[in-house]
């Protein structure tokens, strides 16, 4: 089948794209001697996250519990959950897993150490926690020194809790003016996070694995600090228009949209059909990651989708409307392919314009 025999919409992902970019990260981490610990919250997709694995990557990251489950199920088994876990429900998930594969999780209270192990008592084996520390997002993570040191005392007198490391993100990295400034935001996350280290040591619970994340910086090739085990970029591997304008070419973006032209009722309107519950209403607006609209069409040079409602992708280009007929396929660049990936069952795995296989996005809609 080729690609234009595809209903739609669609979401493709362009073969050896994506496997130059898997090879590109995996190198990047090597030649600094780190750990690749991909987030894969970016594909949602077991069989590209065994991909990862099998080029190098020590294990994944996940967003969710539901995702960290799906992923076992289908044969990852170092799994670590990049956010905080609250709920004994969810806890009692993860102990689950504890049981058949290597897993951990985040914390940034002394309440959710507790909680852990509370949980964790009727485990044969403690909750695996690393730290989240804030550098400058503005999310979650802790903030003030003395507020970890009273959070590793915390994991320090539970018994069914173990301090694996530290991890952080720095995704104001999204929002940088320049490559230099994006660089500049790494090293001072590196730093923050490397002190909140030196603290654990010298608190006596030197920490196993240091994971700093955010695929802008790494992208632009920032160094890496000794002391650093673990890079966790997620967006690498598929790319998207944000994160191209980041790096300044489109050229490694391995994921598309597959969309149809089902009106041109002006002079200069175009509609699609696919619209936010397939691109999303997302949109980046500052820094290097700016982009203009909602999508951006790679064979037509300076063309963009301006508007989307539910099920239409709005487009005003007199050019573009005088070049296309009612019924032709174009293919749009997400802004964020993330939760793009979420909307979809599958993607269609592609070489050059021939269709070459399926890629069930098992992990889409793991929100809990």
Known sequence: MRTHDLDTPALMIDREIMMKNLRDMQAYADRHGVALRPHTKTHKAPAIARLQVEGGAKGIAVAKVGEAETMAANGLNDIFIANEIVGVRKLERIRALAERIDI????????????????????????QLLVEIEVGENRSGIIEEEDFVRLLQTIRSCPHVEFKGLFSHDGNSYAASSQEECRRISVGAQRRTLRFAAIAREMGMPPRTVSIGSTPSLMNDSEIDRGITEIRPGTYIL?????????????????????????????????????????????????????????????????????????????????????????DKVRIIPVHICPVCNLYDCAFLISGDEVVGEIPILCRGKLQ
Do not use: W
Request: hydrophobic share 40%.
């Open 104 to 127: 951990s999780f985040g914390v940034d209270s002394p309440c959710q150490a507790e909680a852990a192990d509370a949980v964790f008592a009727q485990a044969d084996r403690p909750a």
């Open 239 to 327: 790319m998207d228009a944000s994160q191209g304008n980041a790096v300044g070419t489109l050229e490694r973006c391995a994921a598309t949209v597959l969309a149809t032209v089902i009106s041109r009722p002006t002079a200069e309107r175009v509609i699609l059909d696919v619209g936010a519950k397939g691109l999303t209403m997302q949109g980046r607006s500052e820094g290097i990651c700016a982009t203009p609209g909602k999508g951006t069409l790679p064979d037509f040079p300076g063309v963009y989708i301006h508007a989307v409602y539910d099920e239409h992708a709005i487009i005003y280009n007199k050019e573009f409307r005088e070049t296309v007929r009612i019924g």
